[in-house]
């Protein structure tokens, strides 16, 4: 199976995407940041914009908050750009700008948990490791247990760190998560497609549950939303407006809703304040009596 993985990943899996050409631990930081719940072809230019602006963990500490959220403009959840520069300024304050290899102090930095700790691990310091993102627990659980069985995180994470081929966890990883984002996908695996179908027991065993499977996966009250009502939207727009802003410049709650009439389904003064108050909890903007912009 290690065999038919990695021939297969060196004829079809993107090997040239830019977080995989280079092994800098502050870019590999950066895209695994950047890839949180958004899709890789909206990554590629925007990481490229980004590290061309901060090129590294001193000038992503030293920058203003409002200038790394207009750099993350177009890839949503603006949060991650205000946690990205206060890990920066963790770096930079404890270790002088070179962040450490050893899990143990990876997870004391904020905004590092398991996953991006063991990336880290593989694609800069090249560890043997498994980093389990969503595609790779799929694919994994499929290849290992079968669509139906129900596995403990312990289980699950001892038999798959066993199948790491010493040496190759870099491609191997990759292997999984491109496997799973292009052929053992969530909702219509292409099962012929797969070069580990013969050792896949979903494939092997229980291909009817694997696709009753797919087909219920639930979803929540605000993804059932039409995404221009949800509130997740009504955020961006706020934040975009607020980016639009020269530096130093605020504008008034009223003015802000005003602008954003047209562009919000309920552009209410009572439903947009709330949305800045939780924008400012979370130090992507500021308030300044009734003024607001962007946090320095």
């Known amino acids: ?101 050893d899990s143990e102090t990876l997870l004391t930095l904020p905004g590092i948990g398991q996953y991006t700790a063991a990336a880290l691990r593989i694609f800069a310091f090249e560890r043997n490791d498994l980093a389990v993102d969503a595609n790779v627990r799929r694919v994994m659980q499929r290849i290992l247990f079968g669509a139906s069985r129900v596995t403990s995180d312990g289980e699950f994470v001892a038999r798959a760190r066993e199948l790491v081929p010493p040496g190759k966890a870099h491609d191997w990883n990759s292997a999984l998560m491109d496997l799973g984002a292009l052929v053992c996908t969530a909702r219509t695996p292409a099962c012929p497609s797969c070069p580990v179908r013969r050792e896949c027991a979903a494939a092997l065993l229980d291909r009817e549950a694997l696709t009753a499977s797919s087909a219920r996966r639930a979803r929540s009250p605000q993804q059932r939303k039409p995404f221009p009502l949800t ?56 308030r300044h009596g009734n003024l607001v912009a962007l946090s320095d």
């Open 1 to 101: 199976m290690q065999r038919a993985l990695l021939s297969w990943y060196r004829r079809n899996g993107r090997k040239l995407l830019p977080w995989r050409q280079t092994r800098d631990p502050y870019q590999i930081l950066v895209s695994e940041f950047m890839l949180q719940q958004t899709q890789v072809d909206r990554v590629v230019p925007a990481l490229r914009r980004f590290i061309a602006q901060f090129p590294n963990f001193a000038a992503l500490a030293a920058a203003s908050t409002a200038d790394v959220l207009r750099a993350w403009k177009g890839l949503g959840y603006n949060i991650r750009a205000v946690r990205l520069k206060r890990m920066a300024q963790s770096v930079v304050q404890a270790y002088g700008g070179r962040i450490p290899s």
């Open 231 to 286: 509130t997740r939207f009504a955020r961006g727009r706020i934040v975009d407006r607020l980016r639009a802003l020269p530096n130093g410049r605020r504008i008034s709650l009223l003015e802000l809703r005003c602008e954003l009439t047209g562009v919000l389904a309920n552009a209410t003064l009572e439903f947009v304040e709330p949305l800045v108050m939780q924008l400012e909890r979370e130090g992507i903007v500021q």
